[in-house]
């Protein structure tokens, strides 16, 4: 079956790098997400990799996926205080027509 | 995000009340999903629509019920509510045109049943 798995916290110095990792069981994972949900708010996607890919960067986001390891990152270089947000992965699988939803990663940005 | 609004966004009722949570959208999306969101459990689907005729099961549909009255509208209800059904709940849409499937979801109808 599928099972996605995240840290619940993070803490980061704000102007530090941010690494967000999840972990997930299921191989035929065809898109993996990365999510972000501020305080009262929904979710917002933040960016997506397709799973023939090993990298995608875009502005201080930089996702890398490991398929052999089935382990999925997001890196945020040069954290604000706006970045603190709960961070949520989730992956498409194949043949499925709907998301899987990790529990989420609460980022707490210090001054 | 305006485009998918939710009412209401916080209700208070009593154990054995129907409730109902209501999902417009004016994206123009065809597909409509319902998750709910409990502490550290992220979030699980309930139900979701890819189109008017279509209605799916989620992880979670026990106890809830739903219907697609319109492409632009998704309810949930609840027909009898019960304390452990206390949770944030989100709407969401996605269009099958759209490249890896964005989903853009409501800002949350927060229930608690007492």
């Known amino acids: 079956g599928e099972d996605v798995e995240q840290s619940l916290f993070l803490s980061v110095r704000e102007g530090d790098s941010s690494v967000i990792n999840c972990t997930y069981t299921d191989s035929s994972s065809t898109y993996l997400y990365w999510y972000k949900q501020e305080p009262g708010a929904g979710l917002q996607l933040l960016t997506y990799i397709f799973s023939n890919m090993d990298m995608k960067q875009d502005q201080r986001l930089t996702v890398l996926l490991n398929k052999k390891d089935k382990h999925l990152s997001l890196r945020i270089a040069d954290t604000q205080t706006g970045d603190s947000a709960i961070y949520f992965c989730a992956e498409r699988l194949a043949g499925r027509r709907a998301l899987t939803f990790g529990s989420g990663t609460r980022l707490q940005v210090q001054p | 995000d305006a485009d998918v609004t939710q009412t209401p966004r916080n209700r208070i009722t009593k154990t054995g009340k129907r409730i109902m949570l209501e999902c417009s959208q004016t994206k123009g999306h065809d597909r409509m999903y319902w998750y709910r969101q409990d502490p550290g459990l992220g979030l699980q689907l309930i139900y979701y629509?890819?189109?008017?005729?279509?209605?799916n099961k989620g992880e979670i549909s026990d106890g809830y019920s739903v219907s697609r009255q319109a492409q632009a509208k998704f309810s949930l209800s609840l027909e009898s509510a019960i304390p452990n059904q206390t949770a944030l709940y989100f709407c969401a849409t996605s269009d099958h045109t759209g490249t890896g499937d964005e989903q853009f979801f409501g800002p949350g109808t927060r229930l608690t049943v007492l």
């Open positions: 629509s890819f189109d008017v005729k279509d209605i």
